[in-house]
């Protein structure tokens, strides 16, 4: 089977899954890993980066203010200047909204002007959530279209610290407002409605700035990070295409090695043992701040469930390919309080449900979330990928669901912003073609 990194691929794989895996570094801390360690002192080793497209975006962001990034053996070596400085041009985030939210938090305490843009994706995804509290704190952005949308202007200044009360648990804002707070006089904190993921509070106490957390609220003052060694771990949310295809697969077993299973990013083993999956996880050990075990799951017999509340921060990025496992389940799943899906890098409800209902499964959308009834069998269908590189990955495990019909995906090119390996792991896992 071929492996295509551009443009409409076929999707021909029959099941089950099986066998022992790694999966590439994660995302969110790959880009904390580059962002930060161009904010610290001294240098910061980083083994296991992703390397994908969005931190590639990262990586090109913190060069142009001043940093340099150099492999060294099989580590990523950062080192940043004294102080960061103004780009020399239109900063180009991508397909990536972790990199730009991200950097809107730094590059609003470095005097100079900049300006943040992407792809057509990504000027489509809201911005205002980190105008908003950036502004209450001093600092000078605006936006496209009343502030809504990139690309963001940002003149970079003097920031005072200030008590954020969050509406949406979101990583990408919590981390842009205490980036910012580095920069500001006096305290900045930040209440979360949920607890979102904690990389940010992890890598920043590892290079030694106090973080202070009391429940939902995280409080930093300014400090400038000691460069630190980075280990990173595998994602979790690229490993859940491949644990959630081997949970629906009859037949199926996928050990995925040295994955990330930090608790505010494991709502997804929670799901799949509620779903009747067989979950273990063996060799669990903490390195560099992130703990990551050995996490295997066996196919079983699904049965429907009730996926709202604090889990669904913990899983956000998983829902579209949980959506799909969803249809091979007895019973009912409901998913609610995921409204946010609607603004990552497609509207993933809409995306998803249109795409899954095509597919023949019975599925009904609500404004934040969906009821899947199952187990219906899916069948093969033509799937616009548009820019998301989870509706590609999830409807190319959809596929293995048809029983051997053809899923053709119109554009796969945005696999790479976060998993250039995907497809080649998957014919690794996979029995081979549909015959
Ligand atoms: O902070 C991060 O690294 C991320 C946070 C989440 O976004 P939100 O902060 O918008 O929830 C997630 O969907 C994204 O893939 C990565
Ligand atoms: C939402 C995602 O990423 P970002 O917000 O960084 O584009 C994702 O990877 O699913």
């Not at 022992?20 to 801390?29: A, F, Q, R």
């Not at 009859?250 to 994955?259: E, W």
């Not at 616009?384 to 119109?410: C, K, N, P, Y």
């Amino acid at each position: 089977m071929t492996t295509h990194t551009n443009g409409p691929l076929a999707c021909r794989r029959k099941g089950p899954l099986r066998g022992t895996i790694e999966v590439p570094g994660d995302k969110s801390i790959s880009h904390r890993s580059l962002l930060f360690g161009a904010l610290a002192s001294g240098e910061t080793r980083v083994r296991g980066l992703l390397d994908a497209e969005d931190v590639h975006s990262t990586r090109k962001a913190v060069v142009a203010l001043g940093a340099t990034v150099r492999e060294e053996g099989d580590e990523i070596v950062v080192v940043g200047p004294e102080k960061l400085r103004e780009p020399g041009d239109v900063i180009d985030c991508g397909n990536s909204g972790t990199s730009l939210r991200l950097l809107t938090g730094v590059l609003s305490g470095i005097p100079g002007l900049a300006v943040l843009t992407g792809d057509a994706s990504l000027r489509k995804r809201p911005v205002r959530r980190v105008i908003d509290p950036l502004r209450k704190m001093g600092a000078n952005l605006s936006a496209r279209d009343g502030d809504r949308l990139p690309p963001v202007v940002i003149r970079g200044g003097p920031l005072r610290g200030a008590r954020h009360v969050m509406e949406v648990a979101s990583a990408q804002v919590k981390s842009a407002i205490l980036l910012a707070g580095l920069f500001a006089e006096g305290e900045t904190s930040v209440v979360e409605p949920e607890r979102s993921r904690d990389h940010t509070e992890r890598m920043l106490r590892g290079m030694g700035v106090p973080v202070r957390v009391n429940g939902l609220e995280v409080a930093v003052s300014a400090a400038r990070p000691r460069g630190t060694r980075v280990d990173v771990p595998g994602d979790i949310s690229s490993a859940a295409f491949f644990l959630c295809g081997a949970a629906a697969l009859p037949g199926s077993k996928v050990t995925v090695r040295n994955l990330g299973v930090n608790e505010t990013r494991t709502g997804l083993l929670d799901v799949l043992r509620a779903m009747g999956a067989k979950v273990t996880l063996e060799g669990a050990r903490e390195i560099a701040g992130e703990p990551r075990a050995d996490v295997t799951v066996e196919a079983a017999e699904l049965r429907g469930t009730e996926i709202r509340g604090a889990v669904i921060p913990r899983l956000i990025d998983e829902l579209p390919v949980v959506m799909v496992m969803a249809t091979q389940a007895r019973g009912r799943t409901v998913i609610r309080d995921a409204r946010e899906l609607r603004v990552k890098e497609s509207d993933r409800l809409a995306a998803m449900g249109e795409t899954l209902a095509r597919a023949g499964a019975k599925i009904e959308l609500y404004d934040d979330g969906c009821a899947i009834d199952g187990p219906t069998p899916l069948r093969g269908v033509p799937v616009q990928t548009r820019l998301d590189h989870r509706i590609a990955m999830s409807m190319a495990i959809a596929q293995l669901l048809t029983g051997g019909d053809e899923v053709v995906l119109d554009d796969v090119a945005c696999v790479a912003t976060s998993f250039p390996s995907f497809f080649r792991l998957l014919d690794q896992v996979a029995a081979g073609a549909a015959p």
